[in-house]
């Protein structure tokens, strides 16, 4: 067991077996520190989900992981890490692949992560053959609709929905049961997600090895785009549509003007030309896509159901954005990009004929198993939107009783301790109230810090994280280029707009280039307006790049420290292709 020093009251012992600990890909998830409630109940299940993925996929035994303790995942002040070395592990094990793998398609760059160094227990040849007959498996598929499991989690998470009982009508402990229901299930719906995951690194990487091999990697990005079925991207054209709407008629226009705070309100009291369509179209955007939002994996977070001006504020930027700016337009380029890409490559390697039937097949199974992997995310989400809902009911009954200042304070109870929340006596609001307030002090003053990016063993204390608001001493001058790596190919210019949150998008204007620490599903619908995206950290198969690549939106990732060296406001050139952002002027 490793280091057991413990900052929140989420904190968690860290593997000893496995010490090297990564932000990169788990900050899309949780972007903020963890609450109570979800480290003892969705992530606690999340890593016995991983577990069962990876004896799925052959790669580990169970018993390489002690029970209850936590390996795949970790928790440090507050804030979720990822098990770099369990990863790197399954990279060497399975064949044709390598820890480099692993760290290039789901960490990008990461400054001063060691190189893997072989352990104990690592090589195991009964295992390597395992995930290569599961490999084989896999590269059958050429359509996530192919997918039954996936396909049949997707209709399932969809109905609950729709069939979503009165929560105001269940007392508090039926509210709190329906919550352990449903979360009991996200144990199985995450180990798909992880399994699926993984599966998307088979064809990736036979395409990169091949592609690398033919001294043509700049194919590598185009053949991983422009699939045209990623349920995370599904939002972003749905925010388009009404975005148009909005910009087509008169008197939208004029109550967005007037703001998003209190616009629902003023449209259901209009009589106006097209409001009624505008909320015809928002009701169902809402009730399809209403589980997204900033943190998603969060149940304490908002979600567009709860917060509806989280949307309106996407569609508010959206509908300034000129028609060229249509992803749909672009999902369309980038579905010919596609298809040129592969023609282009399969030519080069046409006098290998064995060497072109690989790339044929891994080019056709790309095609079922990156879409997949959002299609799995989607349908935890969905999941865990509908756990998110009784809860908000029971908090809103707290605040009335005393015991909660708001509604989402819910959060900070721990599952064992909830039991005691539901049956405790009127006269006991202000010791709830105490422990509530306190866990969130702390919960927000470790919000406000960047916390540590890799570390091997134990990380340092948050006392000594610097502030997220802080600057670097580096900052770009005109002339200056920050190096990171291709995320959608494209070049373009634009103003530079670092935006910190997703939840606050109007400092944004159509053209400008977005720069963001870490993005989440939650930040697609303003990469539509904007002319480019450069983010901090990501990696090819980060979640957010994926659905950048869908929409056509030129990027970079692994820009490190994009968001302290790059001025706002200053003139930027971006290239997708080469990964290089150049400060052009003030």
């Known amino acids: 067991m490793g280091n057991t020093n413990r900052y929140y009251v989420t904190d968690t012992d860290l593997s000893g077996r496995f010490p090297i600990y990564t932000r990169a890909n788990v900050g899309e998830v949780f972007p903020d520190p963890v609450t109570p409630l979800t480290s003892g109940t969705g992530l606690w299940r999340a890593e016995r989900g991983w577990r069962t993925a990876w004896e799925r996929m052959g790669a580990f035994e169970i018993g390489e992981f002690p029970a209850g ?4 995942l970790g928790v440090v002040g507050g804030y979720c890490y990822l098990n770099a070395s369990v990863i790197r592990l399954f990279g060497e094990r399975a064949p044709g692949l390598s820890w480099q793998d692993m760290d290039a398609q789901f960490f990008g760059a990461q400054p001063g992560i060691p ?9 195991r040849p009964d295992l390597t053959l395992r995930i290569g007959e599961t490999f ?18 997707k209709a399932q998470t969809i109905a609950l929905r729709g069939d979503r009982p009165d929560l105001a009508a269940m007392s508090d402990a039926e509210l709190w049961a329906r919550y352990l229901e449903l979360i009991g299930w996200h144990e199985s719906l995450f180990s798909q997600h992880i399994y699926t995951t993984y599966m998307a690194t088979v064809p990736v990487g036979m395409i990169s090895a091949i592609a690398t091999a033919v001294s043509r990697p ?3 990005m185009p053949l991983i785009a422009g699939f045209g079925d990623v349920d995370s991207a599904e939002p972003s054209h749905a925010l388009w ?7 087509n008629t008169p008197a939208l226009t004029s109550e967005f003007d007037s703001g998003v705070p209190g616009l629902l309100d003023r449209l259901r009291g209009s009589s106006a030309a097209g409001t009624a369509q505008f909320l015809a179209m928002f009701d169902e955007f809402v009730r399809t896509f209403g589980s997204r939002g900033p943190n998603e994996w969060e149940t304490r977070s908002p979600s567009w159901e709860t917060r509806p001006e989280l949307a ?18 672009h999902s369309v380029e980038r579905a010919r990009e596609r298809v040129a890409a592969a023609e282009e490559l399969l030519a080069v ?5 064995a060497v072109h039937g690989q790339l044929s097949v891994a080019i056709a199974a790309s095609q079922a198993w990156i879409p997949a992997r959002e299609r799995t995310k989607t349908n935890n989400i969905r999941l865990i939107h509908e756990c998110r809902m009784p809860m908000r009911e029971l908090g809103r009954r707290m605040v009335e009783r005393g015991f909660f200042d708001e509604v989402e304070d819910f959060g900070f109870v721990q599952a064992d301790e909830m039991d005691g929340l539901i049956g405790a006596p009127n006269g006991d609001a202000g010791k709830w109230l105490g422990l509530v307030r306190e866990r969130r002090a702390r919960y927000e003053e470790l919000s406000a810090k960047t916390p540590q990016f890799v570390f091997v063993g134990s990380a340092t204390s948050p006392d000594t994280w610097e502030a997220r608001s802080a600057t670097s001493a580096g900052r770009l ?3 200056d280029v920050l190096q990171g790596m291709p995320g959608c190919p494209g070049l373009t210019r634009g103003r530079a707009r670092v935006i910190l949150d997703s939840n606050d998008p109007t400092a944004l204007e159509p053209g400008d280039i977005l720069v963001a620490p870490i993005t989440d599903p939650s930040w697609t619908p303003l990469f539509v307006p904007a002319a480019g995206v450069v983010v901090d950290v990501g990696a090819p198969l980060s979640h957010a790049i994926i659905v950048s690549r869908e929409l056509g939106i030129p990027c970079v990732i692994s820009a490190t420290e994009a968001t302290r060296r790059i001025p706002d406001g200053a003139l930027l050139e971006v290239n997708g292709s080469t990964g290089m952002v150049t400060v052009l002027g003030e």
């Open 69 to 72: 303790e936590f390996c795949q």
């Open 115 to 123: 190189a893997y160094v072989e352990a104990d227990g690592d090589v």
């Open 136 to 153: 084989a498996s896999i590269l059958a598929f050429s359509s996530v609709d192919q997918l039954a499991d996936i396909n049949e989690h």
């Open 218 to 220: 700049d194919l590598v």
């Open 241 to 247: 549509a009404m975005g148009r709407l909005v910009a």
């Open 312 to 329: 309106l504020s996407a569609i508010e930027r959206m509908r300034l954005a000129p028609s060229s700016a249509d992803p749909a337009g």
């Open 349 to 353: 390697v046409a006098g290998d004929a």
């Open 477 to 479: 001058s005109v002339g």
